[in-house]
């Protein structure tokens, strides 16, 4: 399989995901008492960094099939805008607020833009272009 | 569904040693997200967000017990029976199974695991039993963490793996080897999944008779 090198862009997206997990399970497990935010917070900064270290090193792949990652990409985007809007909105049904909010919705938005990222670069990355009928996902 | 005959060269020794020579696979037509599915998808999700805004205690039971025993049953007999299945399945069946199993399970699973996740938060603040003074508090946070590690096995590796051997196996040429490749960490993921279901069963059994 003519498999090109690229970074490490799953591993890096796992790990970001799981630091998100991480926060949201240490503020849920507090609830409904006061949570000192700093940890989640710092996880949430971990994640975010992570997230956009992965954008960076996927821009700087050359050749990289964008057209293919998008394709795929903005679907899966809008699938989990809309998870993360349902999840969002049990949040405010039970009435969290202030900087906890803030943190989980961050963790929401990190979440809803690094999955799609991972499965347009899963997919992206086995794209070899073979001519007009060859994409798959306009057949 | 009307068959396609796509024009697969199957590499023998990408696939397996002793496997047969090139030859073409039939495989059916297949959409990677059915449409239809998505109406049942969006139903399901509106009545979730109904059960969740009511905050009535059956609603919420309902949409959380229907929905973890849906994941569960879904990831144990996966993991533990069809996974092992595909993966001694010669490649045209298995080929022919994933186009008709895979597009299920992208609508499938993440509704039912919002569903699940998204009523059961919402029982646990009707019942009290996320609050951190519960009795059984220990128990309710290892939920969260198995739920956690799981989240981040299906999102970050299984999903991402099941949506790119759907677009390899609509390509008119699509890769044994990407798809073999693809497929393992499929079958992996789904046995790590059961496996985790496991302990899903006993912290969920534990935390009903307290």
């Not at chain 1, 690229?6 to 949201?24: K, R």
């Not at chain 1, 795929?72 to 809309?82: F, G």
């Not at chain 2, 890769?175 to 059961?194: D, N, S, T």
Request: charged share 15%; hydrophobic share 55%; net charge neutral.
């Amino acid at each position: 399989m003519s498999e090109r090198r690229l970074p490490p862009v799953t591993q890096i997206g796992m790990t970001s995901l799981a630091l998100i997990v991480a926060g949201g399970i240490y503020l849920s497990a507090h609830l409904p008492h006061h949570v000192p935010l700093g940890p989640a917070v710092a996880l949430l900064a971990a994640s975010v960094l992570l997230l956009a270290a992965n954008l960076i090193v996927l821009t700087r792949v050359p050749d990289f099939p964008w057209g293919r990652f998008f394709d795929v990409a903005k679907w899966t985007l809008l699938a989990y805008v809309v998870i993360a809007g349902m999840i969002e909105y049990s949040f405010l049904r039970d009435h969290i607020k202030g900087g906890v909010l803030v943190v989980l919705t961050l963790s929401l938005v990190v979440f809803a833009v690094h999955v799609p990222v991972l499965v347009g670069f899963t997919v992206a990355r086995f794209y070899e272009p073979e001519g007009p009928a060859s994409d798959g996902l306009h057949a | 569904m009307v068959a396609l005959v796509a024009d697969v060269a199957i590499s023998a020794g990408a696939v397996a040693p002793d496997s047969v020579p090139p030859a073409s696979i039939e495989r059916p037509d297949f959409e990677i997200v059915p449409r239809k599915g998505l109406i049942v998808v969006a139903v399901v999700a509106i009545l979730s967000i109904a059960a969740i805004a009511a905050n009535e205690l059956w609603p919420l039971a309902f949409f959380h017990f229907v929905g973890g025993a849906s994941w569960t049953i879904i990831d144990l007999f996966l993991g533990f029976v069809l996974g092992p299945i595909m993966g001694k399945l010669s490649v045209p069946a298995r080929v022919e199974f994933t186009t008709r199993l895979m597009p299920k399970m992208v609508l499938i699973m993440p509704t039912v695991v919002t569903m699940t996740l998204a009523a059961g938060w919402q029982l646990g603040v009707h019942l009290g039993t996320v609050d951190s003074n519960y009795y059984n508090h220990g128990w309710t946070v290892a939920s969260y963490i198995v739920v956690g590690v799981m989240a981040v096995i299906a999102l970050g590796l299984l999903e991402p793996a099941n949506i790119a051997v759907l677009v390899e196996l609509k390509k008119p040429r699509p890769k044994p080897e990407v798809i073999e490749k693809l497929m393992k960490r499929f079958i992996y993921c789904a046995g790590i999944l059961g496996l985790m279901q496991v302990a899903t069963l006993v912290i969920m059994t534990k935390l009903t008779v307290g």
